[in-house]
């Protein structure tokens, strides 16, 4: 049992499914103090198999993963991309330069394989206390549709012996097959995709490129990812194979890469290959009573674009610290209602726009090439592949107040709005001098504006009074340089009062002769009482 369960029989939270969603959410949650158990139906973890699809980590991820204190190990671990550069029959398009992003404090793409992820999540949750209950299999779910009880959990263990449970509540993380949305009856739809991947990792030698790549070609696309250590992911659409045929053979890489990628390379031998067809799919929900669907139990998109493990460390993030925070006593139970809108929709614009880029990479026609090539051209020419593209990828510009889930949207260029994500971080503070988040209560932020007030530190005391024992309050009076440029794109020229939820992402700003608005608006976010909170833990 982890080291925060207290009665087994009744945890907190009982999260299902150890995978890299699943392993983050219960982080968080022991982080907080949480009585949590985490329970996989795989009995052995086969440390050994090399095999691993996921492997991009993009920006907003590692942001998020600053709140478990396992973003700097990733980075360590891993190889950094500045840039995601397309091409098509061997012509550059244009590049989406991550080196060039305004204010994520990881300016790349990290490529990393998802067993290495693994690994360092695994050492953080064992930090933490946690155990994972391996060969645990969820085997019935009832009382679901009655909100104010914990439902009724039946678990098998390893020796065939069964074990009802009551958690308070149940987060699923159990993979796109889940037994948990199997038994809860929620719809999984997706449109059938009729494509074969081949995707393995291999030393290339010779004209390999310096950062991650798609190549676009009359019968197909081929993805080149460069990793730690000079091994290169290497994915491409390939045609079905047949049953027994075997894993993709190193010569078939090295010749889609030639054909495709106009490049003169040689694939050295892999340490593994594999094909597969993906199964797509979206739930109709993303919450049953008192459990809740993250990671791909929820939504299983395109590999086009490397977002789908991305997607879930935002679902984990999203719903660990408001779940923490109902548990310890400092939030509304509500506030779970904001989760499924937030993050169902935020999954449907991610899967549109990998769906749209494995279209636009698939182009047979030569005129529709020669349109999707000149698209590509105009958009590098003005600027849209870095205004749109890159927080798109990066996953920066997920907006939890405008839930509109179409892909390739232009998003805002104005001040920051509730619901968008400020570049603002869990601890510890930034180089440029930005300081840490709260990683469990809101965060009152004292915007001086371009230049503050002659009675800024008068303001400054009278905001800590009001908002003593709702909110921690950050004075950014004192930044200076970058951090107070970036700050100020978002919230510009004059003083303003915003409060910021743990994540980032802006609730509500308001003029600072106003801060009684933040403080309503706190006192709607608390229960009655906060007695008999657990406290988080630093381990």
């Given amino acids: 049992m982890n080291r925060k369960t207290t009665d087994p029989s009744a945890p907190a939270v009982l999260v299902i499914g150890a995978g890299p969603v699943g392993m983050v959410i219960t982080s968080e949650l022991l982080q907080q103090g949480v009585d949590v158990r985490l329970i996989d139906r795989q009995a052995v973890l086969d440390e050994d198999d090399p095999h691993s699809k996921g492997i991009l980590l993009w920006p907003r991820s590692l942001e998020l993963l600053r709140r478990i204190g396992v ?18 029959d061997g012509r550059h398009l244009g590049s989406a330069h991550l080196d060039r992003h305004p204010d994520s404090p990881y300016n790349f793409v990290l490529t990393l394989p998802q067993r290495e992820s693994e690994r360092i999540l695994r050492a953080r949750l064992a930090e933490l206390g946690g155990v994972v209950e391996r060969g645990v299999a969820l085997e019935a779910i009832e009382g679901v549709e009655d909100t104010g009880a914990a439902p009724v959990v039946t678990l098998r263990h390893p020796d065939g012996r069964t074990e009802l449970v009551r958690p308070s509540w149940v987060v699923a993380a159990d993979g796109p097959g889940s037994t948990t949305r199997n038994l809860l009856g929620i719809s999984f739809e997706g449109e059938p995709i009729d494509v074969s991947y081949a995707i393995g990792d291999a030393p290339i030698h010779g004209d390999a490129p310096k950062d991650t790549g798609y190549y676009y070609a009359p019968d197909g696309v081929v993805a080149l990812v460069p990793l ?11 045609p079905h194979r047949a ?23 040689t694939v050295g031998e892999p340490l593994w290959t594999r094909s597969f067809r993906p199964r797509l799919g979206m739930a109709s929900g993303f919450r049953r009573g008192r459990v809740f669907l993250a990671g791909d139990s929820g939504h299983a998109i395109s590999p086009a674009g490397g977002q789908g493990m991305n997607v879930g460390f935002q679902d984990a993030a999203n719903i660990a610290w408001k779940l923490a925070g109902v548990v310890n006593g400092r939030l509304d139970a509500s506030i779970l209602d904001s989760y499924e809108p937030e993050r169902l929709a935020s999954a449907q614009r991610m899967s549109a726009t990998s ?18 090539d000149a698209i590509f051209v105009a958009g590098r020419l003005v600027g849209v592949l870095q205004r749109v593209l890159v927080p798109l990828l990066s996953q920066t510009d997920t907006n939890y107040g405008d839930l509109d889930n179409r892909p390739l949207v232009l998003r805002r260029q104005a001040l920051a709005k509730p ?15 930005t300081p840490a988040l709260d990683a469990y209560r809101h965060t009152v932020l004292l915007w001086p504006g371009r230049t503050a007030p002659a009675d800024w530190a008068a303001q400054v005391g009278e905001a800590r009074g009001l908002f003593a024992g709702q909110a921690e309050v950050l004075d950014l009076g004192g930044l200076s340089g970058h951090a107070a440029r970036k700050l100020r794109r978002h919230l510009g020229k004059e003083p303003v009062l915003a409060l910021v939820r743990p994540d980032g992402h802006l609730v509500e700003r308001a003029a600072v002769s106003h801060a009684e608005r933040l403080r309503y608006r706190l006192a709607d976010l608390a229960p009655a009482t906060t007695a008999g909170a ?3 833990v630093t381990a």
Avoid at 249 to 254: A, G, Q
């Fill in 71 to 88: 973003s700097e190990q990733l980075v360590a671990a891993g190889h950094r991309s500045d840039a995601v550069g397309y091409f098509s």
């Fill in 228 to 238: 730690a250590g000079g091994q290169y992911r290497i994915a491409a659409n390939i």
């Fill in 243 to 265: 049953e027994g045929e075997g894993n993709p053979p190193r010569e078939l890489l090295e010749e889609i890469i030639r054909r495709r990628a106009k490049i003169d390379i």
């Fill in 355 to 372: 769906a749209a880029q494995a279209k636009f990479a698939m182009q047979k026609s030569p005129a529709r090439r020669l349109r999707r």
């Fill in 419 to 433: 619901g968008e994500r400020l570049p603002l971080f869990a601890g510890p503070a930034l180089p440029d001098g």
């Fill in 534 to 536: 657990a406290q988080p």
